[in-house]
């Protein structure tokens, strides 16, 4: 029987699901993403040294770019092994990771399926989801 994973993602953690003989495995992957909101320089607006202006913006988008990168590598180190990929969830994370699967020089983009937006579900609409999926 096929292994059968779905992945409902979005930028604060990413729930897995693994089908596979008949049993059901659930796995959950946090992220490390600094949300702007939250960022402890919010109120700082840089930094001088002489009469150079320095911006913590680029900083932060940079820093940012490479915790998503991080973040992503984790999701797909979770679902090696799969036979059939079935990536859902709100906003942009689920295109992001898209991108990188199908940038990845290896087998796992052959096995991406479909690419949906959900809502923010509970884990057990989240199975419940990936078991409707599949039995299409």
């Not at 700082?44 to 932060?60: E, L, P, R, V, Y």
């Not at 590598?73 to 992001?96: Q, R």
């Amino acid at each position: 029987m096929k292994k059968q994973t779905g992945i409902w993602i979005d930028s604060k953690k990413a729930i897995i699901v693994t089908l596979n003989d008949g049993m059901e495995f659930i796995c959950e992957v946090q992220s490390d993403l600094e949300n702007k909101v939250y960022h402890d320089k919010e109120g700082d607006k840089g930094s001088f040294m002489a009469n150079q202006h320095i911006n913590s913006d680029k900083t932060f988008d940079e820093r940012k770019k490479h915790q998503m990168n991080s973040y992503l590598n984790n999701v797909i180190s979770s679902i090696n092994g799969s036979d059939e990929l079935y990536v859902f969830g709100p906003a942009e994370t689920k295109t992001k990771l898209q991108q990188k699967i199908l940038d990845n020089k290896s087998t796992i983009a052959e096995k991406l399926k479909s690419i949906e937006t959900a809502d923010s579900m509970t884990q057990n609409q989240i199975v419940a989801k990936v078991k409707e999926y599949y039995k299409k």
